[in-house]
C-alpha cells in the first residue's frame, strides 16, 4: 500500500526566496511520484513527476524535485518564488505495478509575501 | 481548459433535491475518477472507472450513484444529501490506470447542500 505525508500545512516564503515543499512517502513497491498545484477554485495540475531514470526531475513555473530512494522522499523546490506561486500544493504517490490509483497527501499551502 | 470539463461550477441544493454532476473528457482516456476534496482532509478517491467498468468504490455512501455511459462522460447522481456532504468534487481522467502519466482533472464543482 502507498501513502503520503507531507510536512507543513503551510509555508510561507518571501518573494525571490528559496521555495522548499517537503514530501514523503511509503510504498512497498517503487513509486510512481507526483507533485500537483491547486490554484483557487481550479482543479488540479500537474507539476512533474517522476516514473524511472533521472532522480531530478524538472517541472513547469521552475519547479524541479528530487526523487530520494534512501530517504523515501520527493521534495518539491524552486530557487525564487514568485507571487504566481501561491497555491496550494499536493503530493502523490502511485505504484509501477500498474494495479493501484493516486494516493494523495493533504496539501500544503505557500504563501509568497511581497 | 485542461481536457477535463466539470458542470456546473457551483451547486446549491437542499436535503431533498436531487442533482447530477457531469464530467466530460477528450483526451481519448480510458479510465476516470471521482474525487471529493474537504477542507484539512486528503482528497478522498470515490469511483473510479475503467473503460466504463467501475473498478472501485471506496465505501461510498450510496446517495451517491456514478454513472459512466462511455469513457468520455462520468456522472455523479446525488439525492438526500447531508451538509457535510458539501465539497469540491473533481473528476479526473488518466490513459488508464497505473499508467504512471498522472491524471488530468477538471477544475471541480463546488457542492452547497443546505
Known amino acids: 500500500a502507498q501513502s503520503v505525508t507531507q510536512l507543513g500545512s503551510h509555508v510561507s516564503v518571501s518573494e525571490g526566496a528559496l521555495v522548499l515543499l517537503r514530501c514523503n512517502y511509503s510504498?512497498?513497491?517503487?513509486?510512481?511520484l507526483f507533485w500537483y498545484v491547486q490554484y483557487p477554485n481550479q482543479g488540479l495540475q500537474l507539476l512533474l513527476k517522476?516514473?524511472?531514470?533521472?532522480?531530478l526531475v524538472k517541472g513547469i513555473n521552475g519547479f524541479e524535485a528530487e526523487f530520494k530512494k534512501s530517504e523515501t522522499s520527493f521534495h518539491l523546490t524552486k530557487p525564487s518564488a514568485h507571487m504566481s506561486d501561491a497555491a496550494e500544493y499536493f503530493c502523490?504517490?502511485?505504484?509501477?505495478?500498474?494495479?493501484?490509483?493516486?494516493?494523495f497527501g493533504t496539501g500544503t499551502r505557500l504563501t509568497v509575501i511581497p | 481548459e485542461t481536457g477535463v470539463t466539470q458542470t456546473p461550477r457551483h451547486l446549491v441544493m437542499g436535503m431533498t433535491n436531487k442533482k447530477s454532476l457531469k464530467c466530460e473528457q477528450h483526451l481519448g482516456h480510458n479510465a476516470m475518477y471521482w474525487y471529493k476534496q474537504s477542507a484539512k482532509k486528503p482528497l478522498e478517491l470515490m469511483f473510479v472507472?475503467?473503460?466504463?467498468?467501475?473498478?472501485e468504490n471506496n465505501s461510498v455512501p450510496s446517495r451517491f450513484s456514478p454513472e459512466c455511459p462511455n469513457s468520455s462522460h462520468l456522472f455523479l447522481h446525488l439525492h438526500t444529501l447531508q451538509p457535510e456532504d458539501s465539497a469540491l468534487y473533481l473528476c479526473?481522467?488518466?490513459?488508464?490506470?497505473?499508467?504512471?502519466?498522472?491524471?488530468?482533472f477538471g477544475s471541480g464543482t463546488r457542492l452547497t447542500v443546505v
Open positions: 479526473a481522467s488518466s490513459q488508464s490506470i497505473g499508467t504512471g502519466r498522472g491524471y488530468t
Open positions: 510504498s512497498s513497491v517503487p513509486p510512481y
Open positions: 517522476y516514473t524511472t531514470g533521472a532522480t
Open positions: 472507472y475503467n473503460f466504463k467498468e467501475q473498478t
Open positions: 502523490a504517490v502511485s505504484d509501477s505495478t500498474g494495479a493501484n490509483n493516486l494516493f
